[in-house]
């Protein structure tokens, strides 16, 4: 089979893929009990054990990890002397948030200005899709060795899977392991993502008094827990360009990879209209080389409902995304004397730790980046760029200890228009169709490459 005849085999499977792809979107598979049964995330398991039995996969099962989620876990052995490819993906999704702020049903594909919509078609299902895509394209003709994973609570970050690897690392050897968990930095750019920031995440709580008090009678004197939490988190951004700042870290960060146009990262941010951005020097420079503090939550009276009351406690749930070269756990250690140190009035602080993981760096010198370039080339007919990413993926640098001298490449189908973890999440159906190809190229190419 030649590329060209790849490629056309690639394009007649696109209705297939689409197809695949919304019985899974269909599927609410949110890794929380909390909010969505677990049986729907067993449900996408089964679908996706299923699915790539019938691509070739052999093996293909379903393990409990450490924080009750299930893998799923295939392979296919090399042929002789052949290296071995490892393709990560998650079938879990993030919550649909707002569904009033849906345009189209979250939990069911729908095809609107080229472009299919629904939680999870892009983040991470679109990457399913592709990998499944590009195995049934060559069929019977792979020169490789392929072990599979697909995790099931990634997007709530309890690491079930990173804990399986460290306690079973035979069953993820490879010579190198494509995480499609990310994607091109426009669409129609071939790229891959070499740099993730590391995350530290804390809950925080500032308590002042013993219960509520009426604001009436006491309110002046009596201290609020609520005022005392908001002057607190002011102090984590610069007042005058809302640039993070944290005592103990280095926020001076520089980015030498592909930059981000200013105007560009507005219309893929949703920026509204003569708001600035935050932040001093480049949109990379802040995106990928420094800390960045997001306040993600806050308990505390409700708008509706709440009484002529002094707050005695509220808490923030603050998240602080750290650049390659920052240890997480210096970083949160930071974090939390920073905001002990910020509450006024000698408010009671409490800093409770939430999750942390590290920051990623990739290699990019080996043959199997090489071989990605060729073959992003041919698809996209421009050399592959270089990105950072601003997520966190904690499993990378579980795979990165475990497999030092594995080349660890991140890429996917995702792209800033998809709005992934937000409302309105939608995939472009060409870059499941191209990066398809691409995975294909790879692996026919890989599997010929003398250094292997």
């Not at 870290?249 to 935050?278: I, K, M, N, P, S």
């Not at 480049?282 to 420094?290: C, I, K, M, P, Q």
């Not at 750290?322 to 000698?346: I, N, Q, S, Y």
Request: aromatic residues 6%.
């Amino acid at each position: 089979m030649t590329d060209t005849e790849l490629a056309a085999r690639i394009a007649a499977l696109m209705p297939r893929a689409h197809d695949d792809l919304a019985e899974l979107v269909a599927i609410p598979s949110v890794a929380d009990p909390r909010q969505y049964p677990a049986e729907e995330c067993r449900r996408a398991a089964r679908w996706v054990a299923d699915a790539f039995t019938d691509a070739g996969l052999q093996d293909v099962r379903l393990v409990e990890t450490p924080d009750g989620s299930q893998a799923v876990l295939g392979h296919r052995p090399p042929p002789p002397g052949a290296p071995t490819v490892l393709l990560y993906c998650h079938y879990d999704v993030q919550p649909p948030l707002d569904d009033a702020a849906w345009r189209t049903p979250p939990f069911r594909l729908t095809e609107r200005d080229g472009r299919w919509y629904g939680r999870g078609a892009a983040d991470c299902k679109g990457n399913i899709v592709m990998h499944l895509t590009a195995l049934r394209a060559l069929g019977d003709g792979l020169p490789v060795g392929i072990r599979f994973v697909a995790e099931g609570s990634e997007e709530q970050g309890t690491g079930g899977l990173e804990q399986y690897v460290a306690r079973h690392p035979e069953e993820f050897r490879a010579d190198t392991l494509l995480v499609c968990d990310t994607g091109n930095a426009g669409v129609g750019t071939g790229t891959a993502t070499v740099s993730l920031r590391g995350l530290a995440n804390v809950v925080v709580t500032v308590e002042t008094l013993k219960g509520e008090i009426h604001s009436g009678m006491f309110g002046g004197p009596a201290p609020d827990a609520l005022a005392a939490l908001i002057q607190t988190l002011s102090t984590l951004r610069d007042p005058k360009t809302g640039a993070t700042r944290i005592d103990g870290l280095d926020c001076r960060g520089v980015w030498d990879g592909v930059g981000y146009d200013e105007e560009q990262f507005r219309t893929d941010a949703g920026v509204l209209d003569e708001v600035r951005l935050t932040g001093t020097d480049s949109v990379a420079d802040r995106l990928w080389a420094r800390p960045a503090v997001t306040v993600l939550g806050i308990d505390c009276p409700p708008v509706v409902g709440s009484s002529a009351s002094v707050p005695p406690s509220a808490r923030a749930r603050v998240s602080l995304r750290v650049p390659p070269g920052t240890d997480a756990g210096a970083a949160v250690a930071a974090l939390t004397a920073h905001l002990r140190a910020a509450a006024p009035w000698g408010a009671q602080v409490t800093v409770e730790t939430e999750s942390t993981g590290a920051a990623f760096h990739a290699a990019t010198d080996g043959p199997a980046y090489a071989t990605l370039d060729r073959a992003m080339t041919e698809v996209y007919g421009t050399p592959m760029a270089y990105l950072g990413q601003g997520g966190s993926i904690p499993l990378c640098n579980v795979l990165a200890e475990q497999f030092p001298h594995a080349e660890i490449i991140l890429m996917g189908v995702e792209e800033p228009r998809c709005l992934i973890h937000a409302p309105n999440e939608s995939v472009d159906p060409t870059e499941i169709e191209h990066m398809a190809h691409v995975e294909a190229l790879f692996l026919r190419h890989y599997g010929a490459t003398p250094d292997q």
